[in-house]
């Protein structure tokens, strides 16, 4: 990335070829310039007063899009039943059908006759469960594998 910085007096022009000697020329230091951590989508344990202890799949917004199918006597075997999904998640097949008693829409993620993952909500329509459940796979399977979210309290 090319950035153009001019000073106080318009003849005299700055080019850099990277940021971060722009940053150092702006601030008067040596320090390395970061990046801000973009938000992702990712794993969160927690445990909740009323269910134990879970996953759930958050995406950049912050929104929940899946959660597991049961709950867990610890954040250990929790973390096993992650790892579990992330690898056999080419394996699995979708059920989206109608639940509850207002019949809506909600898809589940079921790998040899258990069901692994559920979506956090239901849907009015059957497009927007469809759609929702092809993000979560497609998110699940970009996400970071080689570190466990920590264990969070609600």
Not at 39 to 58: D, K, N, P
Not at 80 to 87: E, I, P, Q, S
């Amino acid at each position: 990335m090319s950035v153009i910085a001019t000073s106080a007096t318009p003849s005299i022009s700055l080019s850099f070829t990277r940021e971060h000697d722009y940053f150092k020329a702006r601030s008067g230091c040596a320090r390395r310039w970061e990046k801000p951590n973009m938000a992702v989508a990712r794993f969160q344990i927690y445990r909740s007063a009323a269910t134990g202890v879970t996953w759930r799949f958050l995406s950049a917004n912050n929104r929940s899009i899946g959660q597991a199918a049961d709950t867990f006597d610890d954040a250990s075997s929790c973390a096993v039943a992650l790892r579990d999904l992330r690898d056999r998640l080419a394996s699995a097949s979708v059920i989206i059908n109608r639940e509850g008693p207002k019949q809506l829409w909600a898809w589940r993620i079921r790998i040899a006759d258990q069901d692994l993952a559920v979506s956090s909500r239901r849907y009015h329509r059957r497009v927007q469960a469809s759609y929702a459940c092809r993000s979560f796979l497609e998110l699940v399977a970009e996400s970071p594998n080689s570190e466990l979210p920590r264990l969070v309290h609600f």
